[in-house]
Structure formats: structure tokens, C-alpha cells
């Protein structure tokens, strides 16, 4: 019987690639649409958005994977019915227990492949991939050193430069800003250069006027200055505060985080830890999923109807699971003592497949009880 266990895995994780494929092509689809307007619009090269896309691409496949493992297992067990092999395994004496063998190799290789995606190379590929948005981000306002043209880097924003140096330096700006509801400012300066700083790029005026146009009043302000930085980071798309996102650190340094993690973050403790936990707790669920998928099957016996019932009883158990894991996530985020909860759709999920298994067993006993004390009547 052996041999029946590797059939069924072998068809298990043939399945399991192929919706895996097809579910992460749809969603990546969807993200890299987005993501290209994003990119072109900011002038970039098509390499550029391949790399990036190729870096969304890890947590894209973290969060199909449980859906691809609770499909396999469906459309598996499905077939086994209707084509009555799951029949003949039963007939040889093969309990409900003994048949989830396979599927729970099939979960605990998905949870095995969840696992190394959160803790490692998604963390990592977030990393890289910010790392990367930021470095396009500063190049980015190489577009607006085009001497003697109007450029609209952003909506409401104007920036004309009469001529740019060979060093640098601009001559003769022009910065008109309309994104205020009420207001409309306009910079003029002499000179000014464009310098990096921690928080994003600036332009940074001398000698220049500022003009304050109210509308609603007709009102205009004139504020001569020497010098004056204007913020560029709001217009390329950085981080605001150059915060690091908590998804970007490794599960060690969400354990134990330190000041020097929780300034760079902004965040308190609490989202750092339900974060380093519930990366422990989503390989959990992968298995959750295939192990629901086949013993919600099971349970329901043969039907010439078809398992369409047994379907959509998988299809509420995972839904009821997913809601459980939402509702869990609040309580654990505000409270450090509330960090077990976490684990609590894990483990339910995994109760309740159980209760399906040990109920499909029931059901395959009880004709075969009821038969007993019939033939000794008969005898």
C-alpha cells in the first residue's frame, strides 16, 4: 500500500504545481499591471521593472500557496472518488486515518515550502526590493535636469530650469506648486542644486522669491529668501521618515527587538512580535488547508450525485478558519499576551479535520456493526 501512498502524493503535488502556476501568473499579473504604470511613468527601463517584479514574486507565492494546496487536495480526492480508486482502497482496508498518509506528507511539504518563503526569502526579497525602489527613487529626479523645458514630474507641480551647468548647479528655476486646495506657490531662484539627503533628494534655492496665491480671496504673498530646501521625496514615492517596514527584517530581530529596531520601524513591540509569530503560524495553515480539502471529501461517502456537497463543506471549513485568523489578528496586535491566539486557526483547523476524518471512520463502521447481530439472528 505503500505504493498507493506515492500515487496519491505523486498526484497530489502534480496538482498542487500546476494550480500554483496558474494562481501565481493571475496575481502577479494584477501587481505587475499596476507596478508597470508606475515605472514607466517614472521613465524607467523595462529591466528595471522586471527586476522589481521579480522581487514581488516570493510573497506572491506565500500567499497562493495555501489555496493551490487546498485546490490540489479537493480535485485529488475528487477524482480518486469518482473514478472509485478511493473504493477499491477502502475494500482493501484502508481507514480514512490511513488514507490521509499522503495527504499529510502533501501538507507538511506545503508548510515546509511556506515556511522558507516567510522567514527567508520573502523578508529578504522585501528588503532588496525597498532597497531597490529607494536607489530608482533618487535617480529619478535626474528627469527634472532638463534645461529649457516645462516638466510635470507630479500633478499640480511645474518645474522649468533656464540652464544647468556643467558642475551641477541650475540656473534660472522655476517651481510652481497647485497641489493645495486653496493655494498656489510659485518659487523662483537664481540658482539652486539638487542634493541627496537621508530622507530623500531636495532642491535646495538661493537667492529666490516665493508667491502665495489665494483665489478665494485674491490675496498674494511675497517672501523673498537667500536660500531655501524644497522637499523632492513626497514626489518620487519614498517612505515617508525613511521608515523600515517590519516585513523587510529578519525573525530573529522581530523576537528580540531592540531600540534601535522599534526607532527605525516606528511601530511598538506588539506588531513586531505578531509579526515574527505569525510567520511560524502560516506553515500551519498550509497544512490546515490540504488536510481540510481531502477530509471534507472523505467524510461524506460515495454520492451518484456527485461531491458537491463535500465541496462546499471544504470550501465554509477554510473560509471559517480564515475569518477565525482575521479576527485573532486584532486581539494579538494590541496585546503582547495575546500572541498565542495566533496559532489558534492553526489549530483548529487541524481539530477539525480530524473531527472530519474521525467521523468518516464512524460512518464506514456503522453498516458493518449493524450487520453483525443481523447474520447472528439469521444463524
Not at 529607494?134 to 529626479?141: D, K, L, W
Not at 522599534?262 to 500551519?284: C, D, I, N, W
Request: charged share 15%; aromatic share 8%.
Amino acid at each position: 500500500m505503500a505504493r498507493f501512498d506515492r500515487y496519491v502524493l505523486w498526484q497530489l503535488l502534480s496538482l498542487f504545481g500546476f494550480f500554483s502556476l496558474v494562481l501565481v501568473g493571475v496575481y502577479w499579473v494584477n501587481r505587475a499591471v499596476a507596478l508597470f504604470d508606475q515605472i514607466i511613468s517614472d521613465g524607467q527601463s523595462a529591466g528595471v521593472f522586471l527586476e522589481l517584479t521579480a522581487l514581488t514574486l516570493p510573497n506572491v507565492i506565500r500567499l497562493v500557496l495555501p489555496v493551490s494546496a487546498f485546490a490540489a487536495a479537493v480535485w485529488v480526492t475528487n477524482r480518486l472518488a469518482t473514478e472509485s480508486e478511493l473504493v477499491v482502497a477502502q475494500a482493501a482496508g484502508l481507514g480514512p486515518f490511513r488514507l490521509a498518509r499522503a495527504p499529510l506528507v502533501f501538507g507538511l511539504v506545503v508548510a515546509a515550502l511556506i515556511a522558507g518563503l516567510t522567514h527567508v526569502i520573502v523578508p529578504a526579497s522585501r528588503a532588496a526590493l525597498s532597497e531597490r525602489q529607494n536607489e530608482i527613487a533618487q535617480n529619478v529626479t535626474a528627469r527634472l535636469l532638463v534645461e529649457g523645458r516645462f516638466m510635470h514630474p507630479a500633478d499640480g507641480l511645474t518645474v522649468y530650469i533656464r540652464e544647468i551647468e556643467e558642475t551641477g548647479a541650475l540656473n534660472g528655476v522655476l517651481l510652481s506648486d497647485s497641489r493645495a486646495a486653496d493655494s498656489r506657490t510659485t518659487y523662483t531662484a537664481r540658482r539652486a542644486l539638487l542634493v541627496r539627503a537621508e530622507n530623500g533628494p531636495k532642491l535646495v534655492m538661493v537667492d529666490g522669491l516665493a508667491q502665495t496665491h489665494f483665489p478665494a480671496t485674491g490675496r498674494l504673498i511675497t517672501t523673498r529668501f537667500s536660500d531655501f530646501a524644497y522637499d523632492l521625496a513626497g514626489l518620487i514615492g519614498r517612505r515617508a521618515g525613511g521608515r523600515t517596514d517590519e516585513r523587510e527584517l529578519s525573525t530573529a530581530a522581530l523576537l528580540r527587538p531592540t531600540d534601535e529596531i522599534l526607532a527605525a520601524t516606528g511601530k511598538p513591540a506588539s506588531v513586531l512580535l505578531y509579526e515574527a509569530h505569525a510567520r511560524f503560524a502560516q506553515p500551519l495553515l498550509g497544512l490546515v488547508c490540504a488536510l481540510i480539502g481531502f477530509a471534507a471529501l472523505v467524510s461524506g461517502g460515495f454520492s451518484r450525485f456527485g461531491f458537491w456537497r463535500q465541496v462546499a463543506l471544504a470550501i465554509v471549513a477554510l473560509v471559517a478558519v480564515q475569518l477565525l485568523d482575521n479576527a485573532v489578528a486584532d486581539r494579538a496586535l494590541a496585546d503582547t499576551a495575546m500572541l498565542p491566539l495566533v496559532y489558534l486557526p492553526g489549530a483548529a483547523g487541524l481539530g477539525l479535520a480530524v473531527g472530519l476524518l474521525a467521523w468518516a471512520s464512524r460512518r464506514r463502521r456503522r453498516p458493518r456493526d449493524a450487520a453483525l447481530p443481523a447474520a447472528g439472528a439469521a444463524a
